[in-house]
Nanobody
Framework: QVQLFESGGGLVQAGGSLRLSCTASGRTISRGVIGWFRRAPGKEREFVAAIRGSGGITYYVDSVKGRFTISRDNAKNTVYLQMNSLKPEDTAVYYC?????????????????WGQGTQVTVSS
């Protein structure tokens, strides 16, 4: 059974940094795609970033380019989301998800497995 566990959320002031972790069990992150999504109160789920297991190719939504970095540690079977220069509008519950294909999809419907989410709150 595939399970994903997020950690690393918290409360931070604007301009600060956080690093989220997504650890997988039951599958290897070196295949398929791991994506990060977020949902802010009253808003739709939004794609943030994704990384492909083969080749490590990454993909970001425009609003986080240059501030967020997605990476992976195959030995730990963990994907990270380093978030710098955080803004209040980044406040949301962040989820990681697994897509068994190699396509860097931003559509959440392609992702089969989801973590429980971790809260990120950025104060102004």
């Amino acid at each position: 059974q595939v399970q994903l566990f997020e950690s690393g959320g918290g409360l931070v002031q604007a301009g600060g940094s956080l690093r989220l972790s997504c650890t997988a069990s039951g599958r290897t992150i070196s295949r398929g795609v791991i994506g990060w999504f977020r949902r802010a109160p009253g808003k739709e789920r939004e794609f943030v970033a994704a990384i492909r297991g083969s080749g490590g190719i990454t993909y970001y939504v425009d609003s986080v380019k240059g501030r967020f970095t997605i990476s992976r540690d195959n030995a730990k079977n963990t994907v990270y989301l380093q978030m710098n220069s955080l803004k209040p509008e980044d406040t949301a519950v962040y989820y990681c998800a697994a897509d068994p294909t190699d396509w860097l999809n931003r559509d959440y419907r392609f992702y089969d497995y989801w973590g429980q989410g971790t809260q990120v709150t950025v104060s102004s």
